[in-house]
C-alpha cells in the first residue's frame, strides 16, 4: 500500500490523458463519473485553456495513484451549470470546488482520499483560498465518510436544497487523523 504521508500533486499534462482515460473506464470510477471519453474531452479542455479547472494527478512515494481538480464557483456561475447546480449561487464567489478519485479500486477505503484531500486542501489554503467545497453524490458512502474525514461538513443552508449531492465545505477545526 503506498505511504500516505510523501504526496505530491503533479499537474497533469496531454501525454497523461490515455492513464487517466485508462483509469476512467474503471468500475469504481464508472460507478461516480461519466462517460470516460466525455470525461477526458472535459480535462482536454481543462488543459487547452477552455476550462479554467486545474487538473492535477497526485503521486503517493512518486508514483501517480490519482486524479484531483480545482474547479472556481466564480467561473462557474453561467450557463450550464447554473441550471445543472443552481447550489452555485449560494456559495461565496471566490470559493472553490474539489474532485477526486483514486487509480486503483483496491486502494478505496483505505484512508488515502483523506489523506490526499487534506494535502489538497492545505496547498489550497496556501494559495489563499479560504472556501473550499466539494460535492459528492448522496449515495456515495465511501466518499463521504473520506470528506468528512478530510475535515468537509454538509452545508446547513443547502441540506435538502440539492437531489443529486450534498455539498459539504471544509472546516479546518473539524479535520480527524
Not at 119 to 142: C, Q, T, Y
Amino acid at each position: 500500500m503506498p505511504d500516505r504521508t510523501n504526496i505530491t500533486f503533479v499537474p497533469l499534462v496531454p501525454a497523461d490523458l490515455p492513464m487517466l482515460a485508462d483509469w476512467m473506464g474503471r468500475a469504481h470510477w464508472r460507478e461516480w463519473w461519466g462517460e470516460p471519453e466525455e470525461e477526458v474531452g472535459f480535462v482536454r479542455d481543462m488543459l487547452e485553456g477552455r476550462d479554467t479547472t486545474r487538473p492535477f494527478l497526485f503521486h503517493l512515494d512518486g508514483v501517480p495513484e490519482g486524479y484531483i481538480q480545482v474547479w472556481y464557483v466564480r467561473d462557474a456561475l453561467v450557463e450550464p451549470w447554473l441550471t445543472a447546480a443552481p447550489w452555485l449561487t449560494a456559495l461565496p464567489p471566490d470559493a472553490v470546488g474539489v474532485d477526486l478519485s483514486l487509480a486503483r479500486g483496491e486502494c478505496l477505503s483505505k484512508g488515502i482520499g483523506s489523506a490526499v484531500l487534506r494535502a489538497f486542501v492545505a496547498m489550497l489554503r496556501a494559495e489563499g483560498h479560504e472556501s473550499i467545497v466539494i460535492d459528492p453524490a448522496p449515495d456515495n458512502a465511501r466518499a463521504l465518510a473520506a470528506y468528512r474525514k478530510a475535515g468537509f461538513r454538509p452545508v446547513p443552508a443547502l441540506l435538502g436544497k440539492t437531489t443529486d449531492c450534498i455539498v459539504m465545505q471544509h472546516e479546518p477545526e473539524m479535520t480527524e487523523a
